[in-house]
């Protein structure tokens, strides 16, 4: 028995809401926890050490395999030492598997059982991505956390179509187990001599819940991926398409089957009402573009829900963002200011939007932990949403 890449454990829980402590080589992560998002190795409009700042204190960030495959490439990353040594982080990483990703790609894309075959949307070239191929590359970019390739159906496929995506998933499952059990016993050559990244029995592997919006494909799709057996287990296809009530129909279908003494990952969910709502129900893990994508895009999230910087209402207004927000946004610049970056089409504006945003969702999950370990959580759950629904500025 190889030891295991992670650890953890639930230290407080107040219904079904839990917080708990993943232990990983490169740090320990306070769950419930929300993971921004690096497509292609950097968390877009943010720097490092801002991630690393008490502000936002992220412990862990997101990797996109498929866009770091296209490019720069594994060979690069490879030997530039893995991904955490060429980015220059060195907290935790989770990739996911390129999967979802290929599957955005809609028409573009052909699924055999053997894999997905596309156009790079880099260069045209032809490409080819299997179970096989995303834990090779995952192994590459040396991720704490590894995600299994899966396939997502349509939130509004047909009941065959569902069926037929939940059970190729399942068998990429086992393939995906397979390949990155093989890949930890040979170890990873990262192309260094030190070895000091050298991976073996070191990354995680977490499996994903498939099945679309159908209730009896879900509790199917978990109970396959059980029988496999992995680190954590996320669901992955919701978020789709779908009515909001059919998520979270599948929410509270599913978490209360999922292992308790795992951790628990909805993948890329969702607006900090979701994520509260989610918490409520066990859910431990999040990952979403809003808060740095919306930030570009002059939206802010706040306690008293969104608030977009454009409007001419805030043109001369010299209160902060969110006035109970501590984020060294808030501390220092007013609506004005931001709005006046804004409509000028400085590139700071992003910066200052997306650092509030990410300040934001972080402090709202240490605030969502910090309740649930005073036994609190009920009534921060209703009072949080209370006020972002209230839309008073
Ligand atoms: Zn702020």
């Avoid at 989770?94 to 059982?113: H, P, Y």
């Avoid at 990262?190 to 498939?210: C, K, M, P, W």
């Amino acid at each position: 028995m190889e030891k295991a890449a992670i650890k953890f454990e639930v230290v407080a829980q107040n219904g079904d809401a839990r917080t708990g402590l993943i232990k990983s080589r490169r740090g320990e992560i306070e769950t419930p926890v929300f993971m921004p998002v690096g497509t292609a190795g950097t968390v877009k409009g943010t720097r490092f050490e801002q991630l690393e700042s008490a502000d936002l204190d992220a412990r862990i960030i997101l990797g996109n395999t498929y866009h770091l495959w296209l490019r720069p490439g594994i060979e690069t990353i490879r030997a530039c030492g893995g991904l955490h040594r060429f980015i220059g982080w060195e907290r935790a990483l989770l990739t996911d598997s390129g999967g979802f990703q290929v599957w955005s790609l809609g028409k573009l894309r052909k699924i055999t059982e053997e894999g997905t075959e596309f156009r790079s949307h880099v260069d045209g070239s032809l490409r080819f991505l299997s179970p096989e191929v995303a834990m090779e590359v995952q192994a590459a970019l040396g991720s704490d956390i590894v995600m299994v390739f899966d396939e997502c159906a349509p939130g509004k496929a047909t009941s065959e179509d569902a069926r037929r995506s939940m059970e190729l998933t399942a068998r990429w499952a086992r393939r995906s187990r397979t390949r990155f059990d093989a890949l930890q016993r040979e170890g990873v050559d990262l192309g260094r001599t030190e070895g000091r990244d050298g991976l073996s029995g070191e990354q995680a592997l977490f499996g994903i819940v498939q099945g679309a919006t159908q209730g009896d494909l879900r509790t199917e799709s978990l109970e396959r991926t059980r029988e496999i057996g992995f680190d954590g287990y996320a669901i992955g296809g919701l978020s789709v398409g779908e009515e909001k009530s059919v998520m979270w129909d599948v929410i509270d279908q599913i978490v209360p089957l999922m292992p308790a003494d795992g951790p628990r990952y909805l993948m890329g969910v969702g607006t900090p009402e979701d994520l509260v709502e989610a918490v409520a129900r066990g859910v431990d893990m999040f990952d979403c573009v809003l808060p740095t994508r919306n930030g570009r895009t002059g939206q802010a999230f706040t306690s008293r829900g969104k608030l977009n910087v454009k409007n001419a209402q805030w043109a001369a207004d010299d209160r902060p963002l969110d006035e109970s927000c501590q984020c060294s946004v808030c501390m220092r610049h007013s609506r004005a200011y931001l709005r006046h970056l804004h409509v000028s089409g400085e590139m700071l504006a992003s910066i200052l939007l997306t650092h509030h945003n990410l300040a934001f969702f972080l402090d709202t999950m240490r605030r969502v932990r910090q309740s649930i370990r005073s036994g609190d959580f009920p009534k921060f759950r209703r009072e949080f949403i209370e006020r972002l629904t209230a839309n008073g500025e």
